[in-house]
């Protein structure tokens, strides 16, 4: 005569694996916070008008009441940096989210349609993506030289259609596969079937492609402030502030070299920040 068990087996729960943060991405979400905070509070700690101009502190050297000197103008150099921050980061930001919304939510769309749907935005990608980024920027600029919108919606629109494509690719496999076939003999809807089992499998591209955006909008708004067609002075801008100071490298090389810096520990971090090859 067989006997059962007096008790159900009880089976150990598979602990969810913890993310482990390599000392690389550390150090960078570190750099990322301290710029953040610079940026976030550094006009409002620092408390001088980036614009008050001193004509006769010409290009002051670096002291305790002014850290980074004067510039060609009499302007804090510190004020000027963190008001730059604040600018050009918030402006890359703002950039990154108008592009990543609507290009998650019109690539889930055409892997969820299909068919002529999906051939339309796919159509209307690849004619967004026949024209350079910084052209289509140039173009907005020229209707309105200087101005805040031309940059910001610039942007957006070269940036969406790396969002389209990689949630349309990726998509379309999770759906075809049998957890969401299974999701839908169940009578869950399209809403459960995208927050359950798509958006966990895009998720980690989805955070990667924000941080290399985030850091091309940054270099993009750089780059058109030092070739004189994005902001312009007097605004403190990391790219406007590289052009009004490149006459005097020679003289006061710490000038030029605070955007420079500041700059590249951007970049730095965001780079830092990407998963490594033991993390994809």
Known sequence: MSTMPS??????????????????????????????????????????????????????????????????????????????ARLSLSLALLSVLSAAIPGILVGLLAAWRGGWLECVLA??????????????????????????WPLYVGI????????????????????????VEASRLLGFGPFYIVRRHVLPELLPRLLTLMRFGFAGAVLAMSALGFVGVGLQPPTPELGVMMIELLPYYAEAPWLVGAPVALLFLTLLGLLLLSPGKEDA
């Not at 598979?14 to 610079?38: E, V």
């Not at 967004?128 to 805040?148: E, S, T």
Request: glycine share 8%.
């Open 7 to 84: 008790s159900p087996l009880h089976f150990p729960a598979l602990a969810p694996a913890r993310r482990r943060w390599s000392a690389g991405q550390a150090a960078g979400l570190i750099l990322l916070c301290l710029i953040a905070a610079f940026a976030l509070l550094g006009p409002w700690l620092i408390g001088i008008d980036p614009a008050r101009q001193q004509l006769e502190r010409f290009l002051e050297t670096p002291s305790l009441a002014h850290p980074l000197g004067l510039d060609h103008l009499g302007r804090s150099m510190l004020a000027r940096l963190a008001h730059g």
């Open 123 to 148: 159509a209307l990608a690849d004619a967004v993506l026949a024209l350079p980024g910084l052209l289509l920027v140039l173009l907005l600029a020229a209707f309105a030289p200087g101005g805040f």
């Open 156 to 179: 957006s629109l070269a940036l969406w259609v790396e969002y389209f494509r990689v949630v349309r690719a990726a998509a379309r496999i999770v759906l075809a596969g049998p957890q």
